[in-house]
């Protein structure tokens, strides 16, 4: 969405539109720490799949 701001915007009337907008919500990635078991090492697993190709 995009907002036009005039010079003669007043203060009150722009808080008005930014507070219309709606907001996205943020992935939060913390609930998801630790969920994945993993049977080898991140780095080995990496590097395997690196050379895979």
């Known amino acids: 969405m995009v907002i036009s701001i ?8 722009f808080n008005d539109l930014l507070q219309k907008l709606k907001r996205k ?3 939060k ?9 993993w049977d080898e090492d991140a ?3 990496q590097r395997n799949s690196r050379n895979e190709w």
């Open 6 to 13: 005039k010079k003669n915007m007043t203060k009150e009337k």
């Open 25 to 27: 919500k943020k992935f």
């Open 29 to 37: 990635a913390e609930r998801h720490r630790g969920k994945v078991k």
């Open 43 to 45: 780095l080995k697993y």
